[in-house]
């Protein structure tokens, strides 16, 4: 019985390291494609308008209100400043905003202390 017992004891230590070793492999891939999906829904480019405006930290009847107050004094405008009004493309009907563009539009209006109604 002593003589087996270091080959069993060698034969369950190498089952036991095989194991955790796939157990650690399984763990990293459930943990990289999490990531993944993380990363590729927060990093796209356009964003809608309900995902713009959750990315302000609103809702999206202010965002409305900001887009469309925006709209009409850029309408009575000659010239501009780029980052002046919130950026945005129109496809298909729908408003699209440029995570960058939003960016730089925080960066320029940050300074402006003035409310929109």
């Known amino acids: 019985m002593i003589k087996h017992f270091?080959?069993?004891?060698?034969?369950?230590?190498?089952?036991s390291i095989i194991y955790c070793g796939f157990q650690i492999g399984n763990y990293n891939k459930k943990q990289n494609s999490k990531s993944i999906v993380t990363n590729t829904s927060m990093d796209k480019g356009l964003l809608t308008f309900g995902e713009t405006a959750k990315y302000l930290s609103m809702s999206a009847e202010q965002l409305k209100l900001i887009v469309n107050a925006q709209d009409?004094?850029?309408?009575?405008?000659?010239?501009f400043e780029t980052?002046?009004?919130?950026?945005?493309?129109?496809?298909s009907g729908e408003k699209y905003f440029n995570k960058v563009l939003v960016n730089e539009w925080i960066?320029?209006?940050?300074t402006k202390w003035e409310e929109i109604n």
């Open 6 to 15: 270091l080959s069993v004891a060698i034969i369950l230590l190498s089952f």
């Open 72 to 79: 009409e004094q850029r309408g009575q405008l000659s010239s």
């Open 83 to 91: 980052y002046e009004f919130l950026p945005y493309i129109i496809v």
């Open 107 to 110: 960066k320029y209006n940050s």
